[in-house]
């Protein structure tokens, strides 16, 4: 089967909904970004605009988000948890989020920034929402 699929249709189809569940009965948030820091992105991602989509992202989480970032290239030791916790300090987490950290160097273990992610979590309550948010390349099928 051969799968293709229109870009821009692709981006238009997600809409940002401000809202949270109100039925949901969360009182709290956990979310990780894994972020793509392969050499792929050279050409996938020119520009960095994951990170000013990771930072729209951040701005809007509720205040009291608990956030933690993990950048993922050719794997051990390059892929890292860039904060070693979670934290609710929003600029700190978008400080990561720089050339500085993000410089495209080699291959791509997503697999290892997943697993990465996983330890940064620290709720045990069903009342916290536990989200992560996983930033690739895109790679059409032709």
Excluded: C
């Amino acid at each position: 089967m051969l799968f293709r699929s229109d870009r821009v249709k692709h981006y238009e189809s997600f809409a940002w909904e401000d809202v949270w569940d109100a039925e949901a009965e969360y009182d709290s948030v956990e979310i990780v970004l894994v972020i793509d820091d392969s050499g792929s992105m050279d050409w996938n991602d020119p520009y960095f605009e994951r990170l000013n989509v990771a930072r729209t992202l951040i701005d809007k989480l509720p205040d009291n988000s608990k956030i933690g970032l993990v950048r993922f290239d050719g794997g051990y030791p390059k892929t890292e948890a860039l904060t070693k916790t979670l934290t609710t300090d929003k600029e700190y987490v978008k400080n990561f989020l720089t050339r500085t950290y993000f410089y495209s160097p080699g291959g791509t273990d997503m697999y290892n920034g997943i697993q990465k992610a996983f330890p940064l979590y620290e709720a045990t309550e069903e009342s916290t929402l536990k989200m992560m948010v996983v930033f690739d390349h895109y790679q059409p099928l032709l």
